[in-house]
């Protein structure tokens, strides 16, 4: 049987709106964060995801794990950043140095040498914005989305039945997965296997996974099988299909719409006339 997120029905703004709508919102407010990387810019964008996510009504508790992640992801990456400069020095030729750390020990005759510039922290903290406001909005789709609604939803974007479908399958596969996984590391612990006592190199290790990562393939595939036979049996993609639920945009869908198409629009007008671009932020300069 097929599992869904940690969805419910919550009184918010968020749920409050078709979810074409909140999706095609969605998009194009990724779409025109993707447009700037200066912090003046996406400063907007970090506090409209702030916004939707204080009045999505998804508590810490369920959400926790997706967060952690997340921002183990963006404070990992920021701070490679951060100390490397990788991706920053195709926005700015100089550099400005706010502070140089020197170790006092050598190795192979080299001296490791970290430099703190005005350039490197300003992309840095651009990057955290930007990342924090595009996986904000997505973190809140399978919390805020009915799976109910999965199939409908794709199909009246515009998707074919297959295709919808087919995303609806696919929101649904990671915690189905998740669920056979953790009933089968149960059922092998119950027989003695001990997983925290995983010993030897990696390959070693990789091998003794096998109990865990064998059944839960098989039951994997198994279940697709299951899945394709029960649309082949009722035809599925023979003639256009029909759903029970129907979705009606109201004047508040509209509204979302206009706004995240408003949104999309200036952010190119922007970016079109050179706005938005690297910026250095000025209370770095000496």
Not at 10 to 23: G, T
Not at 198 to 220: D, Y
Not at 260 to 271: D, Y
Request: hydrophobic letters at 50%; charged letters at 15%; a positive charge.
């Amino acid at each position: 049987m097929l599992t869904t997120w940690r969805y419910r029905e919550r009184k918010s703004l968020v749920q409050s709106f078709d979810p074409r709508a909140w999706l095609i919102f969605i998009a194009m407010y990724i779409l025109s964060a993707f447009l700037f990387w200066d912090m003046r810019f996406l400063a907007f964008f970090f506090v409209g995801a702030v916004f939707f996510v204080l009045t999505s009504g998804i508590t810490w508790k369920e959400s926790k794990h997706a967060w952690l992640f997340i921002g183990g992801f963006i404070l990992f990456f920021s701070t490679l950043t951060f100390l490397t400069g990788r991706g920053g020095l195709e926005f700015y030729d100089t550099e400005t140095l706010l502070h140089e750390f020197r170790a006092n020990f050598q190795i192979f005759g080299w001296t490791p040498v970290m430099r703190i510039t005005a350039e490197k922290t300003s992309y840095a903290l651009a990057m955290m914005l930007r990342v924090f406001s595009i996986a904000a909005l997505t973190i809140m789709i399978p919390y805020t989305l009915n799976p109910a609604l999965y199939g409908i939803t794709f199909h009246g974007l515009g998707l074919p039945d297959k295709f919808a479908f087919a995303m609806d399958l696919t929101m649904r596969f990671v915690p189905s997965f998740a669920r056979d996984f953790q009933l089968t590391m149960d059922a092998q612990k119950a027989r003695g296997y001990e997983l925290e006592k995983l010993e030897g190199g990696i390959v070693t290790q990789i091998r003794k996974l096998a109990p865990l990562v064998v059944p839960v393939t098989i039951q994997a595939v198994a279940n697709s099988e299951d899945i394709i036979d029960a649309m082949d049996l009722r035809a599925f993609g023979v003639v256009k299909r029909t759903w029970l639920q129907q979705l009606t945009y109201r004047k508040r869908d509209y509204v979302l719409i206009g706004l995240g198409c408003a949104i999309l629009f200036f952010s190119i007008v922007l970016a079109m006339f050179g706005f938005g671009q690297y910026w250095t932020a000025g209370f770095l300069l000496p």
